[in-house]
Nanobody, 121 residues
Framework: QVQLVESGGGLGQTGGSLRLSCAAS????????VAWYRQTPGSRRTLVAS???????KYDESVKARFTISRDNAKNTVDLEMNSLKPEDTAVYYC???????????????WGQGTQVTVSS
């Protein structure tokens, strides 16, 4: 069982920055994949950014060059640095981890409780 606690959400301004952090109850350095998703009312949850155990990153086209996902192994956190914020970035952001690779018993997804990000125009 992995517990995830997100922080850093809140109100941002267009063109400004926010940093989200997801604290895990176990070592993030061992995780097969970690990611951030976001969801707006009436829409499905969508991938914002992900990073694998080999530090391969993937970003949604809408956030490329603006957002950066990183893993702080010393603090056991997964962070999302969000720059050049836009009103369309407004959403609830969820931390997501998969501890083990496919075929392993630890290949189970865990979600954080979500943190609201609101970007004012």
């Amino acid at each position: 069982q992995v517990q995830l606690v997100e922080s850093g959400g809140g109100l941002g301004q267009t063109g400004g920055s926010l940093r989200l952090s997801c604290a895990a109850s176990t070592k993030v350095s061992n995780f097969y994949e970690v990611a951030w998703y976001r969801q707006t009312p009436g829409s499905r949850r969508t991938l914002v950014a992900s990073i694998t155990g080999r530090n391969l990153t993937k970003y949604d086209e809408s956030v490329k060059a603006r957002f950066t996902i990183s893993r702080d192994n010393a603090k056991n956190t997964v962070d999302l640095e969000m720059n050049s914020l836009k009103p369309e970035d407004t959403a609830v952001y969820y931390c997501y981890v998969v501890p083990g690779p496919p075929g392993w018993s630890s290949h189970v997804a865990y979600w954080g409780q979500g943190t609201q990000v609101t970007v004012s125009s």
